[in-house]
């Protein structure tokens, strides 16, 4: 038994697939089950139940999975003890956000010279939540859908998580000079289904269409869960909505804080205030000092939007 093979299991049982797993992990499905299997041979015990769509813990697995969390847990900590002598840390998790990451580079601009190590890690909602499961990440902002929040807090509070709502924000067309509605004030969505969309790959976590507006069902569907292109590049984004008449549907870009001025927001009517931008951390382990002071900074910029002027 290795701390390998205990993050292979932990993590698929978070995600409930060992396909997801080997994506989070960057390895491959085989591996992480022939990993597993092998653990569950040593230990003698079954620690998954293998479905057609994925895996759940077994009673054995779910006693064991608490302690295979804390042994990685441990086994990290030893791993970083000569940094804790010599700084703090702050390790922060988010969904992409020209809004945050403006926020925070304020931020740390303000900050005296300090022995403060940041880590700044960029993920999806699945990936976030299982890094402050196992206490990888102390912080982390993520956007949710309206519809789906109470099911979402729900599910963080299982995962001993703390969500705390920081503010709404509102669903936006993005267009450059290439699109018909470049020069649009608003823009409805049954003229939405006119264009080709570019999306980033996580932003099925806040768009997907099951947890929209009814109305409004069939257009998500299009722009985001069938979209023309898709990326993990935020500059690849950037690039096709500028040179192409390709559109986007985001809350959190906002290419004018960045200072990309020919790509234009068009307010979306039925998409103002869908989206809730939370905090989120582990109600297992108490804030640190630099965790609450940047939560604080964060909720007192980014609820008042005049102050990020």
């Given amino acids: 038994m290795d701390i390998k093979q205990l993050q292979y299991f932990t993590t698929s049982a978070d995600c409930g697939s060992f396909k997801r797993a080997s994506e989070l992990l960057y390895t491959t499905q085989p591996h992480i089950s022939k990993s597993v ?15 057609a769509r ?40 988010c969904h992409s956000s020209d809004e945050l990451t403006g926020c925070l580079t304020e931020y740390f601009m303000k900050l005296p010279k300090s022995d403060l190590q940041l880590s700044y890690y960029e993920g999806e909602t699945t990936e976030l939540i ?51 509605f470049y020069k649009a004030e608003s823009i409805k969505e049954r003229e939405l289904s006119k264009l080709s969309y570019i999306q980033l790959a996580d932003d099925q976590d806040y768009y997907r269409c099951d947890t929209a507006d009814p109305s409004a069902s069939e257009v998500l569907t299009i722009t985001t869960e069938n979209p023309e292109a898709k990326t993990n590049s935020r500059q690849m984004l950037l690039n096709l909505l500028l040179h192409t008449g390709m559109a986007s549907i985001s809350c959190w870009l906002q290419p004018e804080l960045v200072g990309e001025t020919k790509i234009h927001r068009i307010p979306v009517p039925s998409m103002k205030n869908h989206y809730i931008f939370a905090a989120l951390w582990n109600s297992r382990i108490s804030l640190s000092n630099d965790a609450e002071q940047i939560l604080q900074y964060v909720t007192e910029q980014l609820s008042n939007p005049e102050k990020l002027k």
Avoid: W
């Avoid at 994925?54 to 295979?68: D, K, P, S």
């Avoid at 900590?77 to 922060?92: D, F, K, M, Y």
């Avoid at 109470?150 to 705390?164: E, M």
């Fill in 37 to 51: 299997k092998a653990l569950e041979d040593e230990l003698k015990v079954p620690l998954l139940v293998r479905k």
């Fill in 130 to 180: 299982n890094k402050l499961n196992h206490k990888h990440l102390d912080l982390a902002f993520v956007y949710i859908h309206k519809n789906k929040y109470p099911i979402f807090t729900q599910l963080v509070k299982q995962k001993h998580l703390i969500c705390k709502e920081i503010k709404k924000v509102s669903g936006y067309l993005l267009v450059g000079p290439s699109s018909p």
């Fill in 54 to 93: 994925g895996v759940e813990l077994t009673e054995e697995g779910r006693r064991i999975y608490n302690m295979a969390c804390r042994i990685i847990r441990d086994s990290e900590e030893i791993h970083n003890v000569h940094l804790s002598r010599l700084r703090s840390s702050l390790r922060i998790g």
